[in-house]
Nanobody, 118 residues
Framework: VQLQASGGGLVQAGGSLQLSCAAS????????MAWFRQAPGKEREFVAV????????SYADSVKERFTISRDNNKNTVYLQMNGLKPEDTAVYYC????????????WGQGTLVTVSS
């Protein structure tokens, strides 16, 4: 299984970016799909998750009202729309997949760098 994240880049504060993560597993719809991020010198942190049946979308407090996670099960892709970006959003963003029967995230993408300038 491979997760391919893309869409990162350099943006000014207040700007927007959309990240994409294309997954190769056949049963994509059975996976919770999430985004995490890791800023320089900090531990990786949760950003958002979209559960496998689409019943729940959950966000870290720091990104609520600014970021939106979505998924297209026909394209095996999860997205993260990021609006109102702040310099503190600068990080490497990772997508991750967890089968609904699993207790932890099994698959991780390679990460895509988002840099927000002030």
């Amino acid at each position: 299984v491979q997760l391919q994240a893309s869409g990162g880049g350099l943006v000014q504060a207040g700007g927007s970016l959309q990240l994409s993560c294309a997954a190769s597993m056949r049963s994509f719809s059975q996976y919770n799909m999430a985004w995490f991020r890791q800023a320089p010198g900090k531990e990786r942190e949760f950003v958002a998750v979209f559960t496998y049946r689409g019943r729940i979308r959950s966000y870290a407090d720091s990104v609520k009202e600014r970021f939106t996670i979505s998924r297209d099960n026909n394209k095996n892709t999860v997205y993260l729309q990021m609006n109102g970006l702040k310099p503190e959003d600068t990080a490497v963003y990772y997508c991750a997949a967890k089968h609904f029967a699993s207790s932890s995230y099994e698959y991780w993408g390679q990460g895509t760098l988002v840099t927000v300038s002030s």
